[in-house]
């Protein structure tokens, strides 16, 4: 049954793009300024890739892309994953922090890009500014919620036990909330794409977000959809990525293997 | 764990966490360490806010530029729930449509709603068109997703039973895997209003000429940080009170179910 899955998948991409010829090139149903041809497509891809467009090559702007990315997804997971933690163990943390991160929470990341760039400029930094906030609060969330739903029965046995401290929340704590972590990291992976590309849209000098700012303006059907797939892909790379490291880490649970 | 606090505490120490937040706000730009341009005290902000009421910037009143983004907000999400809920039934019901469907949606799914914003401004202009589009775009997939899920966990029974009084494809969705995916479906609903909300403000900051998004980047293209910054709480309520509507009317769905824990 995996198979007929899979032939039917593939025959529908496929359906997909037989269809965009015949739309866009066969039968011209699709005018060319709307939508490009897979010819008009391939042309921009060259263009992109071989001379550059707007001020880059596409590599180069996929990797400035990937790198804002990699390094605020670190920064806002490294920050918030251990503030859900404490907030999570510690009553007193969670009462002192809770009303204001509730009050900060409803604003979505997207409406920080106005005061990021006011702040820090069109640079990278805004754009760092921005995805941090957008990752920092599913991190923050999951990881709550994953130590709130640790059996409690074992946290008393390790006490019981006399475990200090620190191997409690190293050996018990976050392998327990671990599985939910993951959840709320896949999470803060995709908050981070929408955001670092509306953040380039609005104001910046590179990236696959800045391709399309300036394809807009220049009216070029086929270099918006080269940098909407090239988005794409980076956004399922990255998913990958999470998911192998999800599996090695979560070997030992049951959602790690499925 | 720790033990619970008792809800005095809790009080208590959520106070202390909000004056020290409000306090080091307003403090920084009084005292001027931070200049007002940069960092404007709640209370400039809240005077701001008044002075929006009524006075326009960019074109329209705080409230009007509201009801600009809450008419677009609301058309998206709307039609987002018309396609989206009967296209997760039918994927739910056909596998044929399922297995068709579902490599090109999770293709699809990677690029962010956002960055359809130029083909929606190519395609439908700045004015309503084109942020419906996006609103579409963020709201759409989880609509689809909840509906899929609810149609796949109905009881084998009821179906089994419909099926044998020879109820048809239509009826069968419509009365059958329909009313018996509500809860799933109302669920999703909630995760595609604040997903639609979300994508909204993006798209008004980068085509529209009017909109909360659209006074905010005017803000700060003038340097008016306290007036970017009622967009931010303006857009942060009216999230809230979207949310706060959906889970109302999930909530009383669940009881009437029976599901409510």
């Not at chain 2, 297995?99 to 999770?106: L, M, S």
Request: glycine share 10%.
């Amino acid at each position: 049954m995996r198979n007929r899955k899979t032939i039917i998948g593939l025959g529908a991409i496929l359906g997909v793009v037989v269809l965009w010829f015949a739309l866009s090139r066969w039968f011209g149903i699709i005018p060319a300024s709307r939508f490009p041809t897979p010819a008009d497509f391939w042309d921009a891809l060259k263009q992109i890739e071989l001379r550059g467009y707007a001020g880059s090559r596409l590599h180069d702007h996929a990797w400035h892309s990937l790198r804002l990315i990699v390094i605020s997804f670190i920064v806002a997971v490294g920050t918030g994953v251990p503030l859900g933690l404490l907030m999570g163990w510690n009553r007193k943390a969670e009462a002192l922090i809770n009303p204001v991160f509730t009050l900060i929470r409803p604003i979505p990341p997207l409406a920080w890009i106005p005061l990021a760039i006011l702040w820090l400029g069109l640079g990278d930094a805004a754009k760092v500014m921005v995805i941090w906030f957008a990752a920092f609060v599913p991190s923050v969330i999951n990881a709550h919620a994953g130590v709130r739903n640790i059996d409690k029965s074992v946290i008393e046995a390790a006490r019981m036990l006399g475990t200090p401290p620190f191997r409690l929340v190293t050996e018990v704590i976050l392998p327990g909330a671990l599985p939910m972590i993951f959840t709320g990291l896949r999470l803060s992976l995709q908050a981070s794409w929408t955001t670092l590309v509306a953040a380039e849209l609005v104001g910046a000098l590179v990236g696959i977000g800045f391709v399309l700012n300036v394809a807009q303006q220049d009216i070029y059907p086929a270099m918006i959809l080269v940098g909407m797939l090239t988005a794409g892909v980076l956004g399922w790379f990255t998913t990958f990525i999470l998911g192998l490291v999800e599996k090695s880490v979560l070997s030992w649970s049951v959602r790690g293997r499925a | 764990m720790q033990q619970r606090l008792s809800w005095a505490e809790t009080v208590t120490y959520g106070f202390i966490g909000l004056a020290v937040f409000l306090g080091v706000w307003y403090a920084l730009p009084t005292i001027g360490l931070v200049p007002q341009q940069f960092l404007p005290s709640p209370v400039t902000v809240l005077n701001r806010m008044v002075v929006l009421m009524t006075q326009p910037f960019a074109g329209a009143t705080l409230p009007a530029h509201i009801g600009y983004s809450f008419i677009r907000f609301f058309t998206g999400f709307l039609l987002a729930a018309l396609i989206g809920i009967p296209l997760g039934l039918i994927m739910g019901w056909f596998r044929v449509v399922d297995e068709i469907v579902a490599p090109i949606f999770d293709g699809l799914r990677f690029i962010a709603p956002i960055a359809w914003v130029p083909f929606a401004a190519l395609w439908f202009g700045t004015g309503v068109g084109g942020p419906v589009m996006i609103i579409f775009a963020g709201a759409f997939p989880p609509c689809v997703i909840n509906a899929y899920r609810g149609a796949k966990q109905v009881d084998p029974q009821l179906i089994e039973a419909a099926e044998m009084l020879g109820t048809g494809h239509l009826r069968m969705m419509t009365e059958i895997l329909l009313p018996a995916s509500v809860p799933s479906i109302v669920a999703g609903l909630r995760v595609a209003a604040g997903l639609g909300w979300q994508s909204l403000v993006g798209a008004e900051l980068i085509v529209a000429s009017t909109g909360v998004g659209f006074m905010m980047v005017q803000a700060q293209g003038n340097v008016a940080t306290s007036t970017v910054m009622c967009g931010m709480v303006a857009i942060g309520i009216v999230g809230l009170i979207i949310d706060m509507l959906l889970r109302r009317g999930e909530e009383a769905i669940r009881r009437r179910r029976g599901l409510a824990e």
